[in-house]
C-alpha cells in the first residue's frame, strides 16, 4: 500500500517561506507536488525524476520554489520562497510510476496516488 504523508503547510505572510514534505513508502517514476485553490482545478507545480533528479516546474513558481528527494529519509521537499498571495492552496504530494515527462504530467493534473494535503494559506 503506498502511502504519501504531507506536512509543513501553514500561514505566512507574502514574501516568506515554508518548507513542504512528503514521506512515502515506495518511490515511484514521477514524485511532486501539485497544489488546488478554492475555485479552481488542480495544477502541478513542481515534479522530479528520483532515479536523474531531473526537476520540472511549473512558470509560476521557478525561481521561487525548489523540489528535493531524500531517499534515506524517503522524503520529498518542497521549498518554497517569495511567497505570493497566489500561491495559497491545498498541496498535495502525489506519485505515479507510469509517466513519461515531467513536464507532461504536471500539465495533465492527474497522478497514480495522492497525499491527503496540506494547506499553504498567504496573505498580502
Known amino acids: 500500500q503506498v502511502e504519501l504523508v504531507e506536512s509543513g503547510g501553514a500561514s505566512v505572510q507574502a514574501g516568506g517561506s515554508l518548507r513542504l514534505s512528503c514521506v512515502y513508502t515506495?518511490?515511484?517514476?514521477?514524485m511532486g507536488w501539485f497544489r488546488q485553490a478554492p475555485g479552481k482545478e488542480r495544477e502541478g507545480v513542481a515534479g522530479?525524476?528520483?532515479?536523474?533528479?531531473?526537476?520540472e516546474y511549473v512558470d509560476s513558481v521557478k525561481g521561487r520554489f525548489a523540489i528535493s528527494q531524500d531517499n534515506a529519509e524517503q522524503t520529498i521537499y518542497l521549498q518554497m520562497n517569495s511567497l505570493k498571495p497566489e500561491d495559497t492552496g491545498m498541496y498535495y504530494c502525489?506519485?505515479?510510476?507510469?509517466?513519461?515527462?515531467?513536464?507532461?504530467?504536471?500539465?495533465?493534473?492527474?497522478?497514480?496516488?495522492w497525499g491527503q494535503g496540506t494547506q499553504v494559506t498567504v496573505s498580502s
Open positions: 502525489a506519485v505515479d510510476r507510469s509517466c513519461v515527462e515531467l513536464k507532461r504530467w504536471l500539465l495533465r493534473g492527474t497522478s497514480e496516488y
Open positions: 515506495a518511490s515511484f517514476k514521477c
Open positions: 522530479i525524476f528520483p532515479i536523474s533528479t531531473l526537476t
